[in-house]
């Protein structure tokens, strides 16, 4: 069921809000709140309660374990963060298959040029600062990716 384009738009802000808020989050401390997360699914839950629950939802249901397996997978390989994970696991909560398709190749295209936008620069500067060479910097804050991701799908979808 495509929640994005079934709930009010007052639930719609939340979702944003919070997106938002985990981008903000994540590129000043490398971290998603728990909190932020909760916030995600239980709008969803709202969502598809004022929407109407329907059989459907296996599809939703479906997006989330699969985002959150294939995640802690990557989680567990140290290639991306644990509250990154959690967070693309809980936007998928409001997706079908096919948006959920859509929610993937808009955040990893995102991803790919934010990613090259922060790295770069980190690249550039590491010739002449050995701070940074020392570790000082690391990580790509990729809950900016996941929100601008869902910020793509919200807006075909309203």
């Known amino acids: 069921m495509n929640l994005v384009q079934l709930a009010p738009l007052w639930l719609i802000g939340i979702m944003c809000a919070a997106l938002g808020t985990a981008a903000v989050e994540d590129v000043l401390r490398l971290r998603v709140s ?13 969502a598809a309660g004022l929407a109407g629950l329907s ?3 296996w599809e ?3 997006v989330f374990v699969v985002l959150l397996a294939g995640g802690t997978m990557l989680f567990a390989g140290g290639k991306v963060g644990g509250g990154d994970v959690k967070l693309l696991a809980a936007v998928g909560l409001w997706m079908d298959l096919e948006r959920a398709m859509i929610l993937l190749a808009a955040v990893f295209i995102s991803g790919g040029l934010f990613a ?8 550039v500067r590491r010739r002449t600062d050995l701070t940074i060479a020392r570790g000082r910097a690391k990580g790509v804050p990729y809950a900016v990716a996941i929100a601008l991701g869902a910020f793509i799908v919200i807006g075909l979808e309203r």
């Open 60 to 62: 939703n249901f479906i």
């Open 55 to 57: 059989l459907v939802l």
């Open 34 to 46: 728990n909190v932020i997360v909760v916030v995600i699914m239980v709008a969803a839950a709202a």
């Open 116 to 123: 090259l936008a922060v790295l770069i620069p980190r690249m």
